[in-house]
């Protein structure tokens, strides 16, 4: 049986399970690239044999629990964003966001890591899989953005642009928030003037 993490169909128990595990094992400080099916199984509370059922291999396994946990976590944001009120008030929350969980680069730093692996045809399909959802992650936070513009836009392609370089942004801003003087509510102020001097 394969997963679409795609659908919206609900994932079956023993799947959670193991995503679960997964994400357990990480937060812990575990080395994806050091965990074995066994470990993973263990902490889900099923066999091997049943895993095996659901996924072909331990990097099938672990790279789609990360991407399902990325998604889940962009869920959340969105529903987040679409509460607030302002633009400068969804600037800060993505800014939050990416702080608090380094925008998600542990997908892409353990896929590039498979990329050496026995297994290039799963490495290949999980980072389609986690590009697909950061397409579809980044055209939601557009739509939210350009719903709360100030102003109506003459070119809705140039303005999606110009919102998606403001997101790549804040999303790198998580590199530079360790140092001394980073402010995110100035950051989120000159977010807010780039977006309305270019549009």
Known sequence: MRIDLNSNEKLPGKVLAIYEAVSALIAEGRDMADLKVSDITRRAGIGKGTAYGYFSSKEEMVGRAIIYYFCMKNNHLLQEIRRQKDLRQILLTLIDSNLDSGSGLYIYQYLRRQAGSEDPDT???QLGMAMDARRRMMTSVEDVLLKHLDREV??????RFVLASVVNMIGSSCVYAAEEGFNKEDFADKCLRMIRASL
């Open 154 to 159: 003459e070119d809705e392609k140039y303005a």
């Open 123 to 125: 490495m290949k399909a």
